[in-house]
């Protein structure tokens, strides 16, 4: 009775040791070794091999580090990869001619135009143009509305690679308060859309917050589970969250640091250091979430060499 008891104080008082990190890195490591063998079935059963595209225009720093990790992650799981790097001044109509010759390029399974795009580029009839069934990474409206109807589709990748991660930790999400903060069509509203879902890591009752919203931060502090897609360093602090919430970090944020080589470092959304102690399980930027996208890309990729979702 008095260890019960006990137990049961502890359970109860979460201290921060009982916080626990939800490694990205890791899960990620672990899909793509599972996916490696799938890519070799794959190969033996069809004599080809899944193959990724991507586009980049310009020169952002941030751009052509996602894209070449996501070629970089290509490699490893044995698909083929195309970057196609453009100018910055492409004009918006050279870019649409290189998506549709991707669409019609039976070779390719799917691809993706990283964003963001030069301001002269209309980057909505940039996401229309692709061809829904290459949409890998899940921005068309019809795999949105296909999503948001709970019918089989290309995920969102960083969504999806969210809830691969509660669903690797066993992070209970049925009837949980799950509050979303930030609404960009990637990442922030697909996601409030999916955990109020019926689903494996839905039927939570989110509430989806914004740069409008009023008393965000008592909002916040009543959330189970929240998720950070704002792109502001540190905005999610200690005293906004709950004891014991789950903490997923989405930000990728650079700030200076002059004790680094490079004079910068990455920081997320969420002031890790001080969040961690209150949560149970909270995402590190980076080696949280960031992993977890380009995971989703390449299972979404799988899925269409497959034919898994459309024909
Ligand atoms: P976005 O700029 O499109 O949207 C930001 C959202 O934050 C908006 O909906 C806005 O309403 C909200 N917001 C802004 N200021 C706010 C405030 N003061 N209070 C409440 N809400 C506020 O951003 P995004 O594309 O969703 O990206 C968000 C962050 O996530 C960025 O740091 C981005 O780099 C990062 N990101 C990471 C990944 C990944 O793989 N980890 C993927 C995509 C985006």
Redesign the pocket.
């Known amino acids: 009775m008095v260890i019960f008891l006990f137990y049961t104080y502890l359970a109860a008082t979460k201290s921060p040791r009982s916080m626990k990190l939800i490694d990205g890195k890791a899960v990620s490591e672990e899909i793509k070794n599972t996916l490696k063998q799938d890519v070799i079935d794959y190969k033996n059963r069809t004599g080809r091999v899944p193959h990724l595209a991507a586009i980049l225009v310009g020169d952002n720093p941030a751009s052509k580090a996602y894209v070449s990790n996501k070629v970089k992650s290509c490699q490893q799981v044995g698909f083929n990869s195309t970057l196609i790097k453009l100018e910055e001044d492409i004009s918006e109509e050279q870019l649409l001619t290189h998506i549709r010759e991707l669409n019609e390029n039976p070779d390719i399974d799917g691809f993706i135009v990283q964003l963001p795009l030069p301001k002269h580029i209309d980057d909505v009839k940039v996401t229309l143009a692709i061809d829904y069934k290459k949409d890998v990474d899940g921005f068309h409206p019809v795999n949105f509305g296909r999503m948001a109807q709970g019918l089989p589709c290309y995920l969102p990748a960083?969504p999806f690679?969210i809830t691969l991660l509660l669903e690797r930790y066993n992070i209970e999400t049925a009837g949980k308060h799950v509050v979303v903060?930030?609404?960009?069509n990637?990442?922030?509203t697909p996601m409030s859309i999916l955990m109020s879902r019926k689903s494996k890591t839905g039927d939570a009752t989110v509430t989806l917050?914004?740069?409008r919203?009023k008393n965000?931060a008592q909002i916040v502090s009543q959330a189970d589970i929240v998720v950070a897609?704002?792109?502001?360093p540190g905005?999610i602090t200690e005293d906004m969250v709950k004891e014991g919430a789950v903490v997923i970090d989405?930000?990728?944020?650079r700030v200076e640091d002059e004790s680094t080589e490079k004079g910068s470092r990455l920081v997320g959304?969420v002031d890790f250091v001080k969040v961690r102690g209150r949560s149970s399980f909270i995402t590190p930027v980076p080696g949280g979430?960031?992993p977890m996208?380009v995971m989703g890309l390449l299972l979404n990729t799988f899925k269409s060499a497959n034919k898994e979702i459309y024909n």
């Open positions: 960083t690679g903060v930030g609404r960009s990637i990442v922030g917050t914004h740069s919203t965000l897609a704002i792109g502001i905005f989405v930000g990728i944020n959304d979430v960031g996208t």
